[in-house]
């Protein structure tokens, strides 16, 4: 059986993500694949949060950027931009750290971050929990991943 994984075409693993899918530009969500995926998993959730916030120097907090469930386990992916009518149908979306759902890139205030991209296959399909936060989430999969995955991409906030 092959192993859960999760790349991107816009990054390799603890590489820099590129600024189109930061705050520093486009702010789009960058493209993302997956394999491997369990026979017996009935839906796939992700989180993309950053445990360095504010400062890698100092974290006192993890910023969550992006939360997605009940995304259908035949998905190999999202595509680039597609946090928003370009999701796979039946995906719901949690609420990230800006308060409100969808994708919000990396925006470090200072320092390079890492931004972990974590994929869970799950052995049911959650609820509607209605746009919940990371923490609800965590709480509705518990006893409930069966597998899962992460992709780290680093960011630096060029100079100003």
Known sequence: MTALTLTSDSFSHNQSIPAKHTCDDKDISPALAWRGVPA????????VDDPDAPDPAAPKMTWVHWVLYSIPPGTAGLAEGGSGTELPPGTLQGMNDWQRAGYGGPCPPVGTHRYFHKLYALDTVLPDLEIPTK?????AMRDHIIASTE???????RSR
């Open 40 to 47: 017996d998993t009935k839906s796939l959730a992700l989180i």
């Open 135 to 139: 923490a609800v989430l965590e709480k």
């Open 151 to 157: 992709l780290v991409g680093l960011y630096q906030r």
